[in-house]
């Protein structure tokens, strides 16, 4: 296994692609339609594509770029209540448009394959993994059973996961999220597929499960030379994956190049600016005048399991302190235990040198008053049948008691202030942006009138040139009102651009805490040094170097 | 809008391409669309209400007008004959659809009252309470309906009061189960979460954070408990501890005439009486029927084939 690997790393990481006369898949002109509101609208507008054997295509573009419709077009697919409405797919000389869907079945699960974002809504939670990855070859006469088993196996151990003889045999709920996506990884591999079609497979992992996940799926797609169209609005990632680059906008193509090519001179402006997002940062500023204070935490769910041990936490006023660490560490619990949604075990939790009382409703309407929340998932934070203007206004009546005119008049005043107009007043949640929507939560923290606000995970779910709007909107309403922030994530670049000060937390445990240009230069404790390692960068060669560095798999 | 770099604003932002509609034009909209059954379950919902609403102004005669030839056949006089002490059927039938279909919608919104906030309270508190409320529900879910009404019936006596009350708890139980069901997958949301966490009341959370997010499977279900609460009434009319005379009831009414079915072989229409009320139970059921099936559809997310 070692040998196999040493043989991946060693290899160039962006072998150019190999000239080849025909494409194996050749878009044109494609044009694609959706149903919404009584009329078909475009979503795709005329987009060319062609992929040659072996080749690895990076999709970008925010959300709602059509970069999924495109990836399943590519594979002759359209969703319900979607419909080609023009142009050609054409994959190794046959027209998947013209070719009845019965062909298409055919080609689906065996030529083509498909790993989605969701590993684990994609997954029968009712069926060994094993009799999963295996299915579709099996099915088409591919391979026997014993065969495509072995193979699975062999699959398993060349995608780094654990027990790769016996881990078939578990049902979906029995493995991590990672793993889940590596198997979803083998799965599409097993019939040995032409084409795979990656739709943001790393998207919902953290950092340090997805340089896993990009290390083995990267191995394997160069070792069977299978083509790839990898779908992602993450660019540091697809500088990663890619051969070359194609980027989306509005259903539209704004420019492709060569991985390298596109990282060093993009042409379009809207480009320039997908790259330049990254470049946010904040100066660190020290300060002893502490508004909440966490000290001792000990927290359990119900009786047995204990997730929090010993957490001390200061968060200075008008500051921001991020808490990092990757999922199942203990951030979002601890967010829980300073609400009082789950009472701490040990320890207390103290606001303005005030003991805050454990549990939630002990609390008063004041204390609640002076510490919010915005959470990571804006759609089902806001109730979809309240409209924008009775989101924000409710703690306006709720904590001011404000009414009729006077409320309007403060509602408007705070959609301002997050950039947004009176016109979204009487707008409902799903009629909204993904960072319209993260937008309108910090309204609704900041009607409070709050000094502290915890944010779980804000941005996490929104691509980056709009994460990057949020950010900038949280910084200058810091400045303006002095209101603290205990941030959670696992995005480090985040943390770079907001904090003043880091906690890295690590199974409950803070592993480190401190001021942020301490914790991220080194030398680093070994988590950290993990983490920070983790995160992707705009350096096509980042990954192949991480590799190289990080040897045989931590397993 | 103090930053406006690289062109971009929170506000151009796209969202999903929709237009604003007030929820008469999206009624409007979705009414234009509806299958013919719907429509046909519409227009006879209409009707029955239409005639429940204006029943003294329809029927040719009062509610208990006794005229002096009981069992009469069909005639100018009489269109629908009358019955064994000699009132008018037709009337009957006019305030039967009265006084059948508003016990039923009162003994509906009743029994959804109380399922609709046991189930919200179960679902929001999920602790002992809940194990209480429902371990109860599913003791009275565990003896047959019918039966137990009938015994309960005959203990506190057949008023409209007692079948209203007895009638509205033995469905609530359905209710409360529909209820809580649905509205335990509600509770967990974050927007539930935040509005505890702003320190909203309990009243707060179930009325206006979960309820409206629960309503399309509690509309179709009241269309459905509607027709259950209904035919119960109707078969507790008929055992004769339903609605007591001389209220006129279509469950008495085809225990009263049912006689005549004998006659049928001397005299058609006379034989076909005792089955009208029968008949104007039916209809009203499957009108009701259809309009939840075509509701269900609609809101089940279910795309149409374009």
Known sequence: MNTE??????????PAPKPQDTPLLEIRGLKIEGFADEKWNPIIKGVDLTLHKGEVLGLIGESGAGKSTLGLAAMGFARAGVRFAGGSVTFDGMDLLKMPERKRRKLWGTRMTYVAQSAAASFNPAHRLIEQTVAAAVREGLKSESEAIADAKDLYAQLQLPDPEHIGSRYPHQVSGGQLQRVMTAMAMSPRPDLIVFDEPTTALDVTTQVEVLMSMRKIVEEFDTAAIYITHDLAVVAQMADRIKVLRYGEEVEEAETREMLAHPKQDYTKSLWSVRSLRKEADPSEDVVLRAEGIDAAYG???????????????????????ES????????????????????????????????LKDRSKEQLRRIQMIYQMADTAMNP????GEIIGRPLTFYHGLKGKAL?????ELLEQIELDEGFYDRLPGELSGGQKQRICIARALAADPDVILCDEVTSALDQIVQEGILKLLMRLQKEKGIAYLFITHDIATVEAIADEIVVMYQGRVVEQGLKDRILSPPHPDYTELLLSSVPEMDPDWLTHLMEERGPHPS | MTDQTEGYSAAAEVGQFRTRRTWRQRAWIELKKAPPTAIFGLIVIAGYIFVALFAPLLAPYGEAEVFPQSYAPWSAEHPLGTDQIGRDILTRLIYGARNTIGLAFLTTLLAFFIGVSLGLIAAINRSWLDQVISRGVDVLMAIPSLIFALMLLSIFGSSALSLILIIAVLDSTRVFRLT???AVGVAVMDYVEAATLRGEGLGWVMRREILPNIMPPLVAEFGLRFCFVFLTIAALSFLGVGIQPPTADWGTMVRETANLIQFARFDLKAGLTPLLPAAAIAL?????????????????????EH
Request: glycine share 10%; charged share 25%; hydrophobic share 40%.
């Open chain 1, 408 to 412: 309007e008049k403060r509602v408007v």
């Open chain 1, 328 to 359: 199942g560490s203990g951030k979002s619990t601890m967010a829980k235990v300073i609400t009082g949604l789950l009472p701490p075990v040990r320890g207390e939790i103290s606001f303005e040198g005030e003991t805050l009382p454990p549990k």
């Open chain 1, 385 to 388: 049948r309240q409209t924008v």
């Open chain 1, 303 to 325: 009786n047995k399991v204990q997730v929090l041990h010993d957490v001390s936490i200061d968060l200075p006023r008008g500051r921001t302190v991020a808490i990092v660490g």
């Open chain 2, 284 to 304: 009203l059921t499957v009108a009701v029927n259809f309009v939840v099936d075509w509701f269900l559809h609609k809101t089940s997310g279910l795309r149409d």
């Open chain 1, 5 to 14: 690997l040493s043989e991946v790393t060693g290899s160039e990481a962006n």
């Open chain 2, 180 to 182: 809580r069901s649905v």
